[in-house]
């Protein structure tokens, strides 16, 4: 079985402050996600990778950076965390698969609170 | 611009059959997946629909009509254990995932 573990369920930062949120997935997949998900909202993309120190922008990047320096580790970076970044993190992996299903195999998440 | 939609809640009662729709428009269609998320936990893959017709899975079913940009999640003999979220998205020309909001299923006794 995949697995994808996220370092922290529950997280509470104050403003300012620079937040790290970690991934790890076990099943040697190229491709790894990060999203956020808000009530009401669909999951959005923030970035992606599809290999390690490769990195490309999802749909909403500000305020955000990530880091890729192994294959199974994925970590996503908040500069100086905003009351706005407070939502539910969640990490995913897929297999490299040519366009096929993709399917995405998710972390538990971490639920962030900014203070 | 690229969009999915799908109803924001819905209820059903045990042992009944349900019907979560899906329409999407996006720019170009890789393949339509459901995820079931139940709250506070992570999504988890249940679908994946590339071709028109019907996929059957136990007691889940996933139906899709490409001309019409439409998909739906059917649900049968419904139990507890199925009140969760359900995801649509929609793999668009460049292999990028785009995901409805979900609808919140509530199964009553």
């Known amino acids: 079985d995949v697995k994808v573990t996220q370092s922290s369920r529950y997280l509470v930062k104050r403003t300012g402050e620079k937040v790290f949120l970690e991934c790890v997935q076990d099943?040697?997949?190229?491709?790894m996600f990060w999203y956020r998900q808000d009530p009401g909202l669909g999951l959005r993309l923030i970035y992606f990778?599809?290999?390690?120190?490769?990195?490309e922008k999802g749909d909403i990047p500000e305020g955000y950076s990530v880091s890729r320096e192994k294959k199974e580790r994925f970590s996503l970076i908040l500069e100086s965390a905003s009351t706005n970044q407070t939502s539910m993190y969640l990490c995913?992996?897929?297999?490299?698969?040519?366009?096929?299903?993709?399917?995405?195999?998710f972390g538990p998440g971490t639920r962030l609170t900014v203070l | 611009g690229q969009n999915i939609d799908q109803p924001t809640e819905m209820t059903a009662t045990e042992g009944a059959i349900v019907q979560i729709n899906c329409t999407y428009q996006?720019?170009?269609?890789?393949?339509l997946f459901w995820y079931q998320q139940h709250a506070g936990e992570a999504p988890t893959f249940l679908s994946y629909?590339?071709l028109d017709g019907l996929e059957e899975k136990g007691r889940f079913s996933s139906f899709l009509s490409r001309s019409k940009g439409y998909s739906y999640l059917l649900l049968k003999e419904l139990q507890m254990k199925d009140s969760a979220s359900y995801l649509c998205?929609?793999?668009?020309?460049?292999?990028?995932?785009?995901w409805g909001a979900g609808t919140k299923l509530i199964i009553k006794p």
């Open positions: 998205a929609v793999l668009d020309s460049n292999y990028q995932l785009i």
């Open positions: 995913a992996s897929s297999p490299w698969t040519s366009g096929s299903t993709d399917t995405q195999y």
């Open positions: 099943m040697d997949h190229e491709n």
């Open positions: 629909n590339v």
């Open positions: 996006t720019s170009g269609f890789n393949g």
């Open positions: 990778s599809y290999d390690v120190k490769m990195k």
